[in-house]
């Protein structure tokens, strides 16, 4: 598969902005091609366009190459330029799983792509099948969210493989909750499937959602398309060094996700021996989907006790779901405790 052929050929003949860091990379004692201010230094200087000191050592952690890494403004940066590089407005179109993560639907709006929703199984279970009957010519991109958000559930590696394989454009799997799954995860196949992209972020195993911090993992050909669209200077030096340091503790995120994983599952227990609970379901990712009889007087209660969870109530196949992220040993016991008193 030759991923060029799939950029939009406005943005394949797009000669990109050259900011000044990257007309000269290198050492100098007198710095004055970027009409800097000299004074108020380090933060007086534009930052690494491509951030080269994180991709160091997010490729050593990864065990990905520097050049199939791609970093943005939160997940949602990454997202927003696959559908500006891979998907001409008006004419094509993307397929994801539903229910999923919102993000993929309000991007293709902005991008004005039409967004084509592939429902799960009932049991949340993913049909390759299905999703390739929904994809014609136009299809760019495909979603695949695994741990998914709302359901909680990775999805079948097979069904996974079956649409990389047989779809010809990218096949975007989104691993947002992957260190809270048992799952390996799929950086380890970029090198066998070009059309592969893999979304991760430091928003939630690494404890930084403030910082906004999204990875995107691929084949060169499709990093090279992100890093010519995006904004020249996306990164900001705080959270450069901030995540530079962040890095160096992966040891204590592990501690984190380990932590939160034997959590979810007291937490899981709890709630199953709580009347108003009907279903709780498996979770690989840092939340539980539970389900109750009447999910808005559910969310209103808890609310009214300051507790507030996400009310996925009107998500397909979610009736009378609350989604429930996992917190602390002490706010899951006064979780529980309001709960059973319902
Ligand atoms: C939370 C989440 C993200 C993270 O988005 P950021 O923009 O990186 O904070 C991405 N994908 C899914 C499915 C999520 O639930």
């Known amino acids: 598969m030759d991923i060029r052929q799939l950029i939009r050929p406005g943005i394949r003949d797009l000669k990109p902005y050259s900011c000044a860091r990257n007309e000269f990379k290198g050492e100098a004692s007198v710095w004055l091609d970027a009409n800097e201010n000299p004074y108020n230094g380090p933060y007086n200087r534009y930052p690494d366009p ?10 050593r952690l990864k065990q990905v190459p520097e050049n199939c890494i791609f ?19 008006r004419l094509d ?26 429902r799960l199984n009932e049991d949340f279970t993913f049909s390759s099948v299905r999703l390739l009957e929904a994809v014609d010519s136009h299809t760019r991109l495909v979603f695949l969210c695994s741990p998914n958000n709302p359901t909680g559930n990775s999805l079948d590696r097979d069904e996974i493989i079956r649409v990389i394989a ?3 454009g990218l096949v975007v799997v989104d691993e947002a909750y992957i260190d809270f799954s ?9 090198e066998k499937f070009p059309n592969l992209v893999v979304l991760q972020t430091f ?19 499709v990093i090279d398309v992100l890093n010519r669209i995006k904004y020249p200077y996306n990164i900001n030096q705080l959270t450069q060094e901030y995540i530079g340091r962040m890095l160096d503790k992966a040891g204590k995120v592990k501690e984190w996700a380990d932590v939160l994983k034997r959590e979810r599952e007291r937490l899981a227990l709890a709630l199953t021996a709580v009347p108003v609970v009907r279903k709780v379901w498996p979770s690989d990712a840092n939340f539980l989907l539970i389900g109750v009889e009447d999910a808005d007087s559910v969310y209103r209660i808890l609310a ?10 009107k998500e397909a196949l979610c009736n009378g779901c609350l989604r429930i992220t996992v917190g602390t040993r002490e706010e899951n016991d006064r979780l529980i405790s309001i709960l059973s008193l319902i």
């Open 71 to 89: 970093l943005g403004n939160g997940s949602d940066e990454p997202i927003d330029l696959l559908f500006r590089a891979f998907c001409e407005p």
């Open 93 to 118: 179109n993307v397929a994801a799983i539903d229910p999923t993560y919102g993000m993929y639907r309000v991007a293709a709006g902005i991008n004005d792509i039409e967004y084509r929703s592939v």
């Open 304 to 313: 009214d006790r300051g507790i507030i969870v996400r009310n996925r109530n």
């Open 166 to 168: 047989s779809f010809p």
């Open 50 to 59: 491509l951030q080269e000191k994180i991709k160091a050592k997010i490729a």
């Open 203 to 221: 928003s939630k195993a690494w404890g930084s959602a403030g910082v906004r911090l999204g990875m995107a993992f691929a084949a060169p050909p």
């Open 182 to 190: 048992g799952c390996p995860g799929w950086l380890s196949r970029l």
